[in-house]
C-alpha cells in the first residue's frame, strides 16, 4: 500500500520554465537510499516533502536520524500543438504523461522578449487550452479505439466490459466535445473500470503560474490577461500555485541565511518550490504518519482514507498481514504531553483495531503477530 512510487509529471509548452522549475526541486532531492526505487531515471527528482513536524518530533525524541515524505517529480519534454498527430515529441511526450499519476501544468505568466513563446505572444489561458486540447485528443483516439474491442468483448459475454463500456460511452461525447474527461462525473466504480485506459484528462491537475522577478508579470499589468485566467480557475474549480522559477533556480544552492537575506532584498518572503511540493502531496490524496524514537523519526507516505493494517503496510508487510492493534495519539498531543510515559498515563495513546482510518499526523506503534 505504500505510495512512495507515486509520482506527478511536469507538462507544458516550450520556454515556460519547466526544467528551470525541475532543476530547483531535484535541489531539495531526498536520499535514495531511503526509498524504494532501485533506477532513478534522470528525469525524475525524488523530492523531500517539507513538514516541520518532522524537525519537532525528531528533536522531541532525540532521534539520531530524521526521514521526511518524500514525492517524486518527473520532468517531461515541451508539448507543442498537433502533439497527439505525433508532432514534436508528440507519442514519447504522451506515453510519458500517461505513467505519472498527476500533471502539474506549468503555465508562463510574464512578457520577456529575450524568452520567445512558441505562439510569440505570452497568453496563458490560450497555452493552458493548447497543451488541454492535445490530451483530449490523444484521449479520444483511446477511448473510440477501446470502445471498439469493448462490443466484441461484450457479445462474448465479458461483464466486467458492460461497465467499462458504459463508463467509455459517458466520457467519449465529452472529449469529442474538447473537454476533459474528468468533466463526465463519473462514479468511482467507473473511474476504476476505465483505469486501464490511463486516460491523461482523468488524471488531477495543479497549475503552476511561473512569474519572472524584475519581469513583466501578467498577475501585476493588469492588461485583462491574467485576469482571465483567474476567471477560467474559478469555473473550472482549478488548483494553482504562483512561483517564480528562475529565481528558485539561482537559489537552490545559497545556504539558508544567505536565502533569507536574499529573499527579504527581493520581498518575495515565500517558498514557491516548498508549496509546490505541498500541493503536489495534496494533489495526489496523500498524508503523513509518524514513527518517532531515539533511532529515527520518520514521515511515512499513505492514500487518504487507508485504515490501519494499510498504513502498517507501508513500513513493512507484516504489518498489514499479521496486523493486532495500532497504538495511535496525534504527533501534537504527544508533545503536549512530554512524553510517551505522561500521555499513557495521561489515557491520550489510543488503541485500534482493523478499521481504523489513519488521520494525517498520527503517530502510531504497530503490534504484530511473530
Known amino acids: 500500500m505504500s505510495s512512495s512510487a507515486l509520482s506527478i509529471g511536469i507538462v507544458g509548452l516550450p520556454n515556460v520554465g519547466k526544467s528551470t522549475l525541475f532543476s530547483a526541486l531535484t535541489k531539495k532531492s531526498v536520499l535514495i537510499a531511503n526509498y524504494p526505487f532501485a533506477t532513478i531515471d534522470p528525469a525524475v527528482g525524488v523530492v523531500a516533502v517539507p513538514d516541520g513536524r518532522v524537525d519537532t518530533l525528531a528533536a522531541f525524541s532525540s532521534s539520531a536520524k530524521k526521514i521526511p515524505a ?210 503536489g502531496y495534496q494533489l495526489l490524496s496523500l498524508i503523513s504518519f509518524f514513527t518517532t524514537g531515539e533511532d529515527e523519526t520518520r514521515a511515512w507516505t499513505i492514500p487518504q482514507g487507508a485504515n490501519a493494517p494499510q498504513a502498517g503496510a507501508a513500513i513493512h508487510s507484516d504489518f498489514q498481514d499479521k496486523f493486532i492493534r495500532a497504538e495511535v495519539i496525534a504527533w501534537n498531543t504527544l508533545l503536549s504531553a512530554g512524553s510517551y510515559a505522561k500521555a499513557r498515563e495521561q489515557g491520550a495513546i489510543r488503541t485500534e483495531g482493523k478499521e481504523y482510518i489513519v488521520k494525517d499526523g498520527d503517530v502510531i506503534v504497530f503490534l504484530h503477530s511473530q
Open 70 to 279: 518524500a514525492v517524486s517529480f518527473v520532468d517531461i519534454a515541451g508539448l507543442v500543438k498537433g502533439a497527439s498527430e505525433g508532432e514534436g515529441l508528440g507519442n514519447q511526450f504522451l506515453s510519458h504523461i500517461r505513467e505519472v499519476d498527476a500533471i502539474a501544468h506549468v503555465v508562463r505568466i510574464f512578457d520577456n522578449p529575450e524568452i520567445t513563446h512558441v505562439e510569440s505572444e505570452v497568453n496563458p489561458l490560450r497555452d493552458i487550452e493548447t497543451v488541454t486540447l492535445e490530451l483530449v485528443l490523444a484521449d479520444l483516439e483511446t477511448t473510440n479505439t477501446r470502445l471498439h474491442s469493448l462490443e466484441r468483448e461484450i457479445k462474448r459475454g465479458d461483464k466486467e466490459a458492460l461497465l467499462e463500456h458504459q463508463a467509455a460511452r459517458k466520457v467519449h461525447p465529452i472529449l469529442a466535445a474538447g473537454q476533459a474527461a474528468s468533466l463526465a462525473g463519473l462514479t468511482p466504480l467507473e473511474q476504476e473500470a476505465l483505469s486501464g485506459l490511463h486516460l491523461l484528462t482523468l488524471k488531477p491537475v495543479l497549475y503552476v503560474l511561473n512569474r519572472q522577478s524584475g519581469g513583466h508579470n501578467l498577475d501585476e499589468s493588469r492588461d485583462g490577461r491574467f485576469e482571465q485566467l483567474l476567471e477560467y480557475f474559478t469555473q473550472s474549480s482549478a488548483t494553482y500555485i504562483i512561483v517564480d522559477a528562475h529565481l528558485e533556480h539561482e537559489l537552490r544552492e545559497l545556504h539558508q541565511e544567505d536565502k533569507e537575506v536574499f529573499r527579504r532584498e527581493s520581498e518575495i518572503f515565500d517558498d514557491g518550490i516548498d508549496a509546490l511540493i505541498k500541493a
